[in-house]
Structures are given as C-alpha cells and as structure tokens.
C-alpha cells in the first residue's frame, strides 16, 4: 500500500517541479537591449510571456526603466511609477497576468517608442525556482550589476542566460526521477 502512495507523492512531485522549469528568462531587444534603437514592439510580438517568466533589461547609463502604469505608458509620465532602476541591468518577475507596462526614463526617448507591453497570461503563482525574490511593494527586481552598453556595442551582455537552457537539465531530471519511482514501484 505504501509504494502507489509513494509513486502517486513523487508523481505529484514531478508535474509541480516540471511546471515551475517552464519559465524563460526574456532579455528585452535580445542582443541589441533596452536602447533607442530596438524595435522593442517588433522583439515582442513574436513572445508569449506567462507567469514566472523574467523581463531582463540590459541598457546603457544613458537610459533607465521604470514599470508604470497603462496612463503613464501611453503618456511618458515618469511621476509615481511603481518601479524605477537607472544601473543598467534591471530585472522584473512577472507573478501575476495581466499587463505590463514600461518606459525609458528619458521623457524623448519614450515618446520616440522606447517603451514596451507585455500581456502576462497564466495563473498568479510562484516565482520561478532560482528567481530573484521581489522586494516587498510589488514584483520587480533591480539588480545591482551594471553592463555598460552603447550603439557600438550592440551586445550588452557579454553573457545573456535564458532559463531554457535549464529547462532541458529539468527534463532530464524529471525524466530521471519519474524512471527511478516507476522502476520501485513496479519491483
């Protein structure tokens, strides 16, 4: 009796541990960053953003990232945002559905259309395992890293990390596990 409520508490393990690894790790503009010159509109449309997912914006000391509200998104009003970094590396969990809206600081380079909406769907949720917790007051992140970036160094980021690269070492492990717990059970 003990072995299928053990196969049933790994198995139950194993989708709650699969789900969370779903998460991707999402550098705005890619290789070209948060910069007056990426199409961020373009970057996104292709995206599917859930929750649990990481927005990453890598940019240069000549601009910063606030997360505001749809009002000051479509104004370029920088007063009362809900999050503002200006290091150069700022990252936001996405916790919850909903949108999600953010501007440069620069009032010209946001009216130029340095600024970005992202639609989060899913259900509210943890963060992603080996997500940076969200300081108390909402769910953004500012980083302490700074990556200098210009027009001339299109890569800010000598190294840009994206979660599926954990994804696969996941599988494999639920792979593994759910083998392992499949095999007790059926000796």
Not at 76 to 101: E, H, I, W
Not at 104 to 116: E, F, I, N, Q, S
Not at 119 to 147: F, L, N, R, Y
Request: proline share 4%; net charge negative.
């Amino acid at each position: 009796m003990a072995r299928p409520i053990f196969l049933v508490l790994a198995l139950l393990g194993i989708l709650r541990y699969a789900s969370i690894c779903r998460a991707t790790t999402y550098t705005v503009g890619d290789t070209s960053g948060w910069d007056i010159s990426t199409d961020v509109d373009s970057w996104a449309q292709d995206k599917h953003f859930v929750v649990g997912d990481i927005l990453s914006f890598q940019y240069s000391s000549a601009h910063s990232v606030a997360e505001v509200n749809r009002d000051k998104y479509e104004g370029c009003n920088m007063t009362n945002v809900l999050q503002k970094s200006s290091n150069g590396n700022t990252t936001f969990a996405l916790t919850k559905p909903g949108d999600r809206y953010f501007i440069c600081g620069k009032l010209l380079h946001c009216y130029a259309g340095m600024k970005l909406h992202v639609v989060v769907e899913g259900k509210a949720a943890e963060a992603p395992v080996g997500a940076p917790e969200a300081e108390s007051g909402g769910d953004s992140i500012t980083t302490t890293t700074t990556i200098p970036s210009s027009k001339n160094n299109n890569n800010p980021s000598p190294v840009v990390h994206n979660s599926s690269e954990f994804v696969q070492v996941g599988f494999k492990s639920v792979a593994f596990v759910a083998f392992t717990c499949l095999m007790s059970w059926i000796m």
